[in-house]
């Protein structure tokens, strides 16, 4: 190989920064892979390295609402170690699967409340234990890294806001509606005892906080589906969603919930 077919080759390996258009945003970075920056019109924007446009290893997720997720990722999705900072002050910090904190964890309450153990669904399970601060659990509330959006990136981010509503609907001051409710109502059949699903669900929130319309999207078991329709539906009030400072209806979408230890 001549000197200059060896150069040739070598700068045809060196990733090359590129802005690349797709249907539902912009990625900006260095293709086929390395470190980029990817703007989605639904789900936010995502920073760190990047195989094809999507992210894989170690990256930031900042989310319309003001979640903020930092850690590892498998394909475009949370998998691994992660810390995931809640706009609502909680803090989730350990095993992610399936883009929700699942495995061992520890969950920082807004409250300052500390649980450790096994989280399912982004919720505390019965395999844990409460501490009632920090102090008590001997354990250091983790501090939201510096971010690296600019003024553009944060207008961008202001720019999702689904039909521009004010706030959105929430469950209990922000509490993880699954943990706080789902979990300790569903009922679990013998059947279900070795089984393991996951259910896709959305439901409406209506301007008196009530819940409505609840849709499953798919299931992988039709049983623990008719079980979480039945427990959602008779969900407590919720704090509704405003818009131009009255309340207003908002339907909560994309919502996954795994039932059994997910590997």
């Avoid at 944060?154 to 943990?179: H, P």
């Avoid at 008779?234 to 039932?259: E, L, M, N, R």
């Amino acid at each position: 190989m001549s000197i200059l077919a060896a150069l040739l080759l070598g700068l045809s390996l060196i990733p090359q920064v590129d802005t690349l258009h797709f249907e539902k945003g912009m990625y900006i970075g260095e293709t086929p892979s390395g470190e980029g920056k990817l703007y989605h019109n639904e789900r936010g924007i995502y920073v760190g390295r990047f195989n094809r446009m999507v992210i894989s290893g170690r990256g930031m997720h900042f989310e319309p609402d003001g979640g903020i997720y930092v850690g590892n990722f498998v394909d475009g999705v949370e998998q691994g170690y992660g810390r995931y900072f809640m706009r609502t002050g909680a803090v989730f910090c350990g095993e992610f699967n399936h883009g929700k904190a699942n495995g061992r964890d520890t969950l920082y309450y807004p409250d300052g409340r500390v649980f450790i153990g096994i989280v399912q669904n982004s919720g505390a399970t019965s395999q844990g234990k409460t501490y009632r601060n920090a102090e008590a659990a001997g354990v250091t509330k983790p501090v939201l890294p510096d971010s690296p959006l600019r003024e553009e990136d944060l207008a961008f981010l202001a720019g999702i806001n689904v039909n521009d509503y004010d706030t959105a609907a929430v469950f209990r001051d922000g509490v993880s509606f699954f943990e706080a409710y789902i979990a300790p109502h569903f009922r679990f059949t013998q059947s279900m005892a070795d089984r393991k699903a996951i259910v896709h669900y959305e439901f409406t929130v209506g301007e008196d906080g009530r819940i409505s319309d609840v849709t499953i999207t798919s299931t992988t078991d039709k049983e623990f589906a008719r079980e979480l329709v039945r427990v959602i539906k008779h969900s407590p009030k919720w704090k509704p969603a405003t818009k131009d400072g009255k309340p207003v209806p908002y339907t909560i979408k994309d919502q996954t919930a795994h039932f059994g230890r997910m590997d």
